[in-house]
């Protein structure tokens, strides 16, 4: 079992920044993919970042790069979040991937990890 906490969500203006972070407890995360999803009111589940936490290669949705980074650190991944816009108001979940040999970018879907974290929203005001 795995255990994910996210943290740092809040209300900030547009244009203004954030970080946020998961904690990861309960297994290694080594051999496995961690990404970070949001989710809109009414609208579905979103793909926005995954990190080989082997290796530390990423992928970003094309939303949000050049604006978000994703990163990794002992048992965290955390997401800095630039440039904010209103659109990018969400609750963001990170996400452990089922083990497989895929690389991040071949891992966007909401099937293709198994462990959830419980959310922390995200308000960009303008």
């Known amino acids: 079992q795995v255990q994910l906490v996210e943290s740092g969500g809040g209300l900030v203006q547009a244009g203004g920044s954030l970080r946020l972070s998961c904690a990861a407890s309960?297994?290694?995360?080594?051999?496995?993919?961690m990404g970070w999803f949001r989710q809109a009111p009414g609208k579905e589940r979103e793909f926005v970042a995954a990190?080989?936490?082997?290796?530390?290669s990423t992928y970003c949705s094309d939303s949000v790069k050049g604006r978000f980074t994703i990163s990794r650190a002992k048992n965290a991944v955390y997401l800095q979040m630039n440039s904010l816009k209103p659109e990018d108001t969400a609750v963001y979940y990170c996400?452990?991937?089922?083990?497989?040999?895929?690389?991040?970018?071949?891992?966007?879907?909401?099937?293709?990890?198994?462990?959830w974290g419980q959310g922390t929203q995200v308000t960009v005001s303008s």
């Open positions: 309960g297994q290694s995360l080594d051999n496995y993919v």
């Open positions: 990190i080989a936490w082997s290796g530390g």
């Open positions: 996400a452990r991937a089922r083990r497989t040999p895929y690389p991040p970018r071949s891992l966007v879907g909401v099937s293709d990890y198994d462990y």
